[in-house]
C-alpha cells in the first residue's frame, strides 16, 4: 500500500468520523510505516495540544498600568496612548483560538505535501 494521504491523516487525528474500511487499512500501513506513525504522531499531538488550549493561553493586551509604563518608558510625551482594545467577548477568542487551529493544521498539511513533492521532484519517491 502507498503512503496514507495527508488529508486522511488529518481525519484520523482528528477522528471525527466513522471508522470505514478504508480507515482500517490507512490504520494498519500506518503501524507497519514509520513515516505514516510519525507524521500521524504529530498531527495527533496536535489536535490534542488546539483542543486542551485554555482561553488564557490566548494572547492579550497587557495590563493598563504595564502599557503606560512600557509607552512612558519609550516616549516622553503626557499623552501617550493607551493600550489597544482587549477582545472580551469570550465568544470572539473562541473562534480567534479555532482559527489558530485551523491555520496550524493547514501549515502542517501543506509541510507534508511540500515534502512530498520535493521527493518526486528529486527523481524518486521514497518506499
Ligand atoms: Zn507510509
Redesign the pocket.
Known amino acids: 500500500m502507498a503512503?496514507?494521504e495527508p488529508a486522511h491523516l488529518v481525519e484520523l487525528a482528528l477522528g471525527n468520523a466513522t471508522p470505514s474500511e478504508a480507515d482500517t487499512e490507512a490504520l494498519r500501513?500506518v503501524d507497519e510505516?514509520a513515516?505514516?506513525r510519525d507524521e500521524l504522531g504529530v498531527l495527533t499531538r496536535l489536535v490534542t495540544a488546539a483542543r486542551t488550549a485554555q482561553l488564557v493561553d490566548l494572547p492579550t493586551a497587557p495590563p493598563e498600568r504595564v502599557w503606560r509604563r512600557i509607552s512612558g518608558d519609550l516616549s516622553p510625551e503626557p499623552n501617550t496612548p493607551g493600550p489597544p482594545p482587549r477582545i472580551r467577548d469570550r465568544r470572539r477568542r473562541a473562534l480567534l483560538a479555532l482559527l489558530a487551529l485551523a491555520t496550524a493544521l493547514g501549515v502542517a498539511v501543506a509541510l507534508r505535501c511540500l515534502r512530498e513533492r520535493s521527493r518526486v521532484v528529486r527523481g524518486g519517491v521514497a518506499p
Do not use: E, L, M, Q
Open positions: 503512503h496514507v500501513h510505516c513515516r505514516c
